[in-house]
């Protein structure tokens, strides 16, 4: 028996990578190695085996993909092939209105005051 992947399933860093998920193959093991990556809600290492019908999650960019496996590909394709090859059920961006907005200060008002300062550990969340 050979050890040539199967059409059937494949390695979770190769098919993120031809699916074009991730620009290279390094990026998409390393995901998979900080913990970004589950398949079917588990973390996933990078040589876990991807089948058809898999949910994906993936968090990059500070934002979460979530794709289900509709075909197995073995090599990098175009961006409109690779799209065929899952089904993306990823929510929509949040609206400009919708985020938060990053609280500016004032060039040259020095340093924060101790209620500023407060405020501002508490718009934080610590």
Known sequence: MSNAPSAESTRLDRWLWCAR???????????????????????????????VSDEIR??????ERIVVVSQIILKRVGAVVAAECYVDHTPPPP????????????????????????????????
Do not use: M, Y
């Open 21 to 51: 998920l991730f620009r290279t193959r390094a990026l998409a093991a390393a995901a998979c190695k900080s913990g970004h990556v589950r398949i079917n809600g588990a973390h996933a290492k990078a040589a876990s085996t991807v089948r």
């Open 58 to 63: 993936v968090r990059a960019d500070g934002r």
């Open 95 to 126: 609206t400009p209105e919708e985020t938060p907005g990053v609280p500016v200060r004032d060039r040259g008002a020095g340093r924060p005051t101790k209620r500023e300062r407060r405020l501002l550990e508490q718009l934080r969340g610590r």
